[in-house]
């Protein structure tokens, strides 16, 4: 059976790394880019959800709809700055972000996504996936917003940003998340 799924993002990085996460003969993946609002919030888990309602509102009812709400944490400022950082990263730049852990030893920091999906009867269903690392001074390219200042634990001394696109996509916050995402979906079939 096909599944007709609506990825709410207008960017093009993200959707086509959602494509590669998600590859399946039985999903039919499209994007809206709905310029949603977002709920100020620490909690992951309700700002994904108010995105995907709002999503569910605009595109209206009895649609698969689902968000990806990224974040990237740190231990010493207690998971801040969280899902403000694509704001971090525009307003200051990657190098005043870790500018911001220089007075401090302990550099470590997660990265977070968390999907909010609605199934065909707008129930909402949450995945998340963590990734484990550091911030460091920033390395390889800058195609993809902070990933030059964040080195997974489990591969020191190689930035996101320096890892190529398939060895990422085994590690990251992003794949962990789509893999529980897509263990889910696999399921209703």
């Not at 399946?24 to 993946?29: A, D, G, K, T, V």
């Not at 890892?163 to 529980?180: D, G, M, Q």
Request: net charge negative; proline share 3%.
């Amino acid at each position: 059976m096909m599944r007709d799924l609506v990825f709410v993002t207008g960017n093009a990085n993200k959707l086509k790394e959602v494509k590669m996460l998600l590859a399946s003969e039985s999903l039919n993946l499209t994007n809206e880019p709905l310029d949603l609002d977002e709920l100020q919030d620490i909690d992951l888990v309700a700002i994904a959800k108010d995105k995907c309602k709002q999503a569910m509102q605009i595109l209206g009812p009895g649609k698969q709809v689902f968000v990806e709400d990224t974040a990237l944490t740190f231990d010493e400022f207690n998971g801040l700055p969280g899902a403000y950082i694509k704001w971090f990263v525009k307003s200051m730049g990657l190098d005043k972000i870790v500018q911001m852990l220089d007075s401090f030893t302990n550099k470590n920091a997660k990265a977070i996504t968390t999907i909010a999906f609605a199934d065909e009867n707008a129930k909402i269903h949450i995945f998340q996936g963590i990734t484990e690392g550091k911030i460091v001074p920033s390395r390889g390219s800058l195609d993809f917003g902070w990933d030059s200042i964040f080195e997974p634990l489990i591969t020191p001394n190689l930035t996101y940003a320096e890892l190529s696109k398939e060895e990422k996509n085994k590690i990251s916050h992003r794949a962990k998340a789509f893999e529980h995402f897509k263990a889910y979906l696999d399921s209703l079939n």
